[in-house]
């Protein structure tokens, strides 16, 4: 990437949250030792009255930042179209084990489990959102939750919340380029430490390896583009989904400017026409649920 398409990356998209009419409540802990990052946001339109469907989103800004709140013009965006919307923020790798940003991942998911009504959420019409390396540790949590041998050899405990769809941006499934590049030696050291093949969690890193002892996804709804650097992940994905009959609708935006519609473009820069369309398109893919 370029230094114009890196800072035009993370600047916060010209949409506010007031644009939407939507209320947000900041910085909740879902940790009793709690950090500034440790924390979600929730997203909810004005005045609403009956309990909202509600959305889950996890952005991990690819191991190397801390969520700060690139993708609160996104969850604003979700907000408005009727869903209570629940923003995860995590530390970066420099921080954590990648068993720790999964385990932070489950975590979040028990407390929003736990207090959802709190915030007039219904847990019975719950879904998820993921994009770039947080689909990866998300996918992979629900995976761990979802396998009785997996849950014995990772020690996670178990949360009651289950999401009748999701929906990915530019998913990152597979760690393998951390693993094997170079460029990501510090990132990789962190996540799996000194010895990757000695890491009884590295398996983890690979969705497919984790999904064999799992039960079936829900539904899936997927964008990606020809301009995204990491198309490969997404294009390999819906095989894997297609292979294991999973539904899925996957949106593969073939035309546009290397600029505009790159790496989870929908997320980073809900204000684009194509993001609004991808956008209305996947609330509308979850309302079909409900």
Same mark, same amino acid.
């Given at each position: 990437? %370029?230094?114009?398409?890196?800072? +035009? ?12 009419g ?6 909740? =802990? ?7 990052? +440790?924390?979600f946001?929730?997203?909810? =339109?004005?005045? *609403?009255? %009956?309990?909202? =469907?509600m ?11 801390? /969520?700060?709140?690139?993708? @609160? ?6 907000? $408005? ?10 530390t *970066? ?13 489950? @975590? ?13 959420? %219904?847990?019975e /019409? ?11 540790? *998300? ?18 405990? /178990? ?25 990501? $030696? ?7 430490? %000194?010895?990757?093949?000695?890491? =009884?969690y590295?398996?983890?890193? $690979? ?19 020809? @301009? @995204? ?9 819906? $095989? ?9 609708? #996957? ?24 993001s ?12 079909? #649920?409900?």
């Open positions: 990437m %370029d230094n114009l398409l890196l800072n +035009r990356l993370y600047l916060h998209s010209d949409i506010k949250e007031h644009v939407f939507v209320q947000i409540k900041k910085d909740i =802990p879902y940790l009793e030792a709690g950090t500034s990052v +440790r924390t946001d929730v997203f909810s =339109p004005d005045n *609403a009255k %009956d309990p909202l =469907p959305i889950v989103n996890i952005h991990c800004e690819g191991f190397v930042r801390e /969520n700060i709140g690139y993708d @609160d013009n996104f969850c604003a965006y979700l907000a $408005s179209k009727g869903f209570c919307v629940f923003s995860v923020k995590l *970066a790798a420099s921080f954590n084990s990648y068993r720790s940003l999964v385990e932070d991942v489950t @975590d979040a998911f028990i407390k929003i489990g736990q207090t959802a009504s709190l915030y007039n959420a %219904d847990t /019409n719950a879904f998820l959102c993921a994009d770039s390396v947080g689909a990866n540790l *998300a996918l992979v949590s629900l995976c761990i939750n979802q396998s009785l041998l997996l849950k014995s050899i990772y020690k996670f405990e /178990n949360y009651s919340l289950s999401f009748k769809a999701i929906g990915l941006s530019s998913p990152v499934t597979e760690l393998s380029f951390i693993k094997n590049n170079p460029l990501y $030696s510090g990132i990789k050291k962190a996540l799996f430490g %000194d010895s990757i093949k000695e890491n =009884p590295s398996v983890c890193s $690979s969705l497919k390896e984790v999904y064999e002892n799992a039960a079936k996804l829900p539904p899936v709804y997927m964008v990606s583009s020809v @301009d @995204d650097p990491m198309n490969s992940q997404s294009l390999s994905f819906s $095989s894997f989904l297609r292979k294991r009959n999973i539904r899925f609708k #996957f949106r593969y935006c073939e035309k546009g400017e290397y600029h505009k519609l790159s790496h989870a473009f929908n997320v980073l820069f809900p204000e684009y026409p194509e609004v369309n991808i956008n209305t398109e996947m609330t509308e893919f979850f309302k079909s #649920f409900i």
